[in-house]
Each structure stands twice: as C-alpha cells, then as structure tokens.
C-alpha cells in the first residue's frame, strides 16, 4: 500500500547552518515543536519529550553535513513514527522541510490537523530564526 505524504515547508532568512544547529538540538524542541515537546529532558542516554501523547522518546539522525534532521519518535505503546526532516539552503537563506506520512487509519481530519501542527511548528522556527 502506497502511503499518502504531504510536504511541509518554510523558507527561513537565516542560514542553513545556523537553522540546522538550532533545530537538531532537542534541548530547543520545548521553543518550537509544541507537537513533540512541552518539556525535553536527557535521561540516561535518550531524549524524552512530554506530548500530547504522553512521554516519547526522539533519536535524530547523527550529525552531518546534509541537513538532514531526520527522527524517530517512540510513543508510549513502543510504535515508532519516523519523521523525516531537511534543511537546505535557499536564496532567501534555508528552506526546513518536514515529509508528512499519512499512517494507516489515519482520517482526513487528523491528517489535516497534523499538517497544521507542523506548519505552527516551522512557523514558530522561523519566527526564532528568520533574520
């Protein structure tokens, strides 16, 4: 079965360096990823983030050269959710784009209201970021 994926995206007047070293800190999620984070800890080893959905656990991607913020998200049940996420640059500075993953038994409406979380998310970025 084919997945729907929706991408999400905002360009962000600063450079893609600087959006890259401020997003892939999970200690900064509580500032713009309400969806995931009202809190973050590091706790023996793993990021733990309280949401919506009780306490989660994210892994990004290792550091690297390309951007990529790529994550995982542990629920509480044990599902995992990857979630993947691009920095690159723009001629405005960087672009941050966020790959949404339509999971199965997922309704229009709760898709959308994903969709509509992460475009808060990026947008409260750029509000922290955009020069």
Known sequence: ?????????????????????????????????????????????????????????????????????????ELPSGEVTHNPLRVTAHPDGAEIVFSLRRPDGVTDDEFERDAEQITADLTRLKQLLHR
């Open 1 to 73: 079965m084919t997945r729907e994926s929706r991408h999400i995206s905002t360009v962000i007047g600063a450079e893609p360096a600087a959006v890259y070293g401020f997003a892939s800190d999970p200690a900064n999620l509580p500032r713009w990823a309400a969806g995931l984070s009202g809190s973050v800890a590091h706790v023996d080893g793993r990021w733990r983030a309280e949401s919506p959905m009780g306490t989660v656990t994210v892994t990004f991607a290792s550091a690297n050269e390309w951007g990529v913020l790529d994550h995982d998200v």
